[in-house]
């Protein structure tokens, strides 16, 4: 097994800097089809953030996110939201709200259809999330606690579940049966989980996720990102090993081409402006090599991956080593990444992506100084 850290990628990180800022402005979206679907003010709420995206059919879509009553800030009265689609994202239903935590935060949701519960031959969608009693720095400083749920539905997202707490499952904080551990914040994703569809580990549910472990530390290097998975459709739960590279943070998990399973990971320190890649070939339990991938660009943001099949794997996060702007496409058929293609230009932040009908994707975002969260179809030929 190999843990060391290396580059991988069509050429020089400084080759590419300057080929990228070129080429993708020779793909741009027309901004007049990009649809607001979350806006600061709507329903009360006075920001949105943190959007996920999921479709079981390329028509049927649902878009989440954190609705915040009272202003930006991550911690304080955080709700789950959602609005769905039922032609592929041209028109959209009215704000929805999934999760309320009274007046606490409920964040970080990670949706993900099962498709393979016998017990529901139409499908499943389990919605994971994530509770919090105190800001993310008085969590890694032991003065809170931060918990994992999820809600399902069996009709769309018309109805849910009574939410389920998996944390004793997969988090080992100060209230665990193991508190010696010293877990401490906890966070999904963000975006959307996977469902593994071929080989020895078909049908596993797999959420990426990132903690902190014991007092905090210079340049984040209490941070470790890792997956959480189930094998039973959600009825138990096990986790993966730590990616065994500190300041790893918000991570998405994707099948490969091949059938193994990476997390694409945001890097919390800030010293490389790359993406950390963790591959495994257990689906996902262990980790048999890390690297940074040259030709994946990011400021330290969150990020989106997706196995498209046949169009191959699509990445989506700004396109610039330092702000938050200019939210790009980089698509690998197989032969690695191409040059980056422009979505959006100026700000844009955190993104999740969707599969469509065939030949195209949709793109959910932040933009507007986090006041708007829009949604874009992108072909993909």
Same mark, same amino acid.
């Given at each position: 097994?190999?843990?060391?850290?290396?580059?991988?990628? @069509?050429?020089?990180?400084?080759?590419?800097?300057?080929?990228?800022?070129?080429?993708?402005?020779?793909?741009?979206?027309?901004?007049?089809?990009?649809?607001?679907?979350?806006?600061?003010?709507?329903?009360?709420?006075?920001?949105?953030?943190?959007?996920?995206?999921?479709?079981?059919?390329?028509?049927?879509?649902?878009?989440?996110?954190?609705?915040?009553?009272?202003?930006?800030?991550?911690?304080?009265?955080?709700?789950?939201?959602?609005?769905?689609?039922?032609?592929?994202?041209?028109?959209?239903?009215?704000?929805?709200?999934?999760?309320?935590?009274?007046?606490?935060?409920?964040?970080?949701?990670?949706?993900?259809?099962?498709?393979?519960?016998?017990?529901?031959?139409?499908?499943?969608?389990?919605?994971?999330?994530?509770?919090?009693?105190?800001?993310?720095?008085?969590?890694?400083?032991?003065?809170?606690?931060?918990?994992?749920?999820?809600?399902?539905?069996?009709?769309?997202?018309?109805?849910?579940? =009574?939410?389920?707490?998996? @944390?004793?499952?997969?988090?080992?904080?100060?209230?665990?049966?193991?508190?010696?551990?010293?877990?401490?914040?906890?966070?999904?994703?963000?975006?959307?989980?996977?469902?593994?569809?071929?080989?020895?580990?078909?049908?596993?549910?797999?959420?990426?996720?990132?903690?902190?472990?014991?007092?905090?530390?210079?340049?984040?290097?209490?941070?470790?990102?890792?997956?959480?998975?189930?094998?039973?459709?959600?009825?138990?739960?096990?986790?993966?090993?730590?990616?065994?590279?500190?300041?790893?943070?918000?991570?998405?998990?994707?099948?490969?081409?091949?059938?193994?399973?990476?997390?694409?990971?945001?890097?919390?320190?800030?010293?490389?402006?790359?993406?950390?890649?963790?591959?495994?070939?257990?689906?996902?339990?262990?980790?048999?090599? =890390?690297?940074?991938?040259?030709?994946?660009?990011?400021?330290?943001?969150?990020?989106?991956?997706?196995?498209?099949?046949?169009?191959?794997?699509?990445?989506?996060?700004?396109?610039?080593?330092?702000?938050?702007?200019?939210?790009?496409?980089?698509?690998?058929?197989?032969?690695?990444?191409?040059?980056?293609?422009?979505?959006?230009?100026?700000?844009?932040?955190?993104?999740?992506?969707?599969?469509?009908? @065939?030949?195209?994707?949709?793109?959910?975002?932040?933009?507007?100084?986090?006041?708007?969260?829009?949604?874009?179809?992108?072909?993909?030929?």
């Amino acid at each position: 097994m190999h843990f060391g850290i290396r580059w991988k990628g @069509t050429g020089t990180p400084v080759l590419f800097l300057f080929l990228s800022g070129a080429i993708s402005m020779l793909y741009a979206q027309d901004i007049s089809s990009e649809k607001i679907l979350f806006a600061a003010g709507d329903s009360g709420y006075a920001c949105f953030r943190i959007p996920a995206i999921v479709s079981q059919d390329g028509k049927g879509l649902i878009a989440f996110c954190e609705g915040r009553r009272t202003g930006c800030s991550d911690f304080g009265d955080v709700d789950i939201v959602m609005r769905r689609s039922e032609d592929a994202g041209e028109t959209w239903s009215p704000l929805e709200r999934v999760v309320d935590w009274g007046e606490l935060q409920a964040g970080n949701a990670a949706p993900v259809w099962d498709e393979f519960d016998p017990m529901y031959p139409n499908g499943k969608l389990l919605l994971f999330y994530n509770t919090g009693t105190a800001s993310e720095w008085d969590v890694r400083s032991g003065k809170g606690r931060r918990q994992a749920w999820f809600v399902s539905s069996v009709d769309g997202g018309r109805s849910w579940t =009574t939410p389920q707490n998996i @944390t004793h499952f997969i988090h080992f904080d100060s209230w665990s049966v193991d508190p010696e551990r010293d877990e401490r914040t906890l966070a999904f994703t963000p975006g959307h989980a996977i469902q593994l569809k071929k080989g020895p580990f078909a049908g596993r549910l797999y959420v990426a996720a990132n903690h902190s472990i014991g007092e905090p530390q210079e340049a984040f290097e209490d941070y470790r990102s890792f997956g959480v998975f189930s094998d039973d459709h959600g009825r138990t739960w096990s986790r993966s090993a730590d990616v065994p590279v500190p300041a790893s943070n918000e991570a998405m998990a994707v099948e490969t081409t091949n059938g193994s399973l990476e997390l694409n990971i945001r890097m919390q320190d800030g010293r490389i402006r790359r993406r950390l890649i963790a591959a495994s070939s257990d689906g996902g339990a262990t980790w048999d090599t =890390t690297y940074y991938e040259g030709a994946l660009v990011s400021p330290v943001c969150q990020a989106s991956i997706l196995n498209t099949g046949a169009a191959g794997m699509v990445f989506s996060g700004p396109n610039d080593e330092e702000e938050r702007i200019n939210l790009a496409l980089w698509r690998n058929k197989g032969d690695g990444w191409g040059a980056p293609e422009l979505v959006h230009a100026g700000f844009a932040a955190y993104s999740d992506l969707v599969q469509l009908e @065939t030949g195209t994707i949709g793109v959910l975002f932040e933009a507007a100084n986090y006041n708007q969260i829009r949604f874009q179809r992108v072909p993909l030929d």
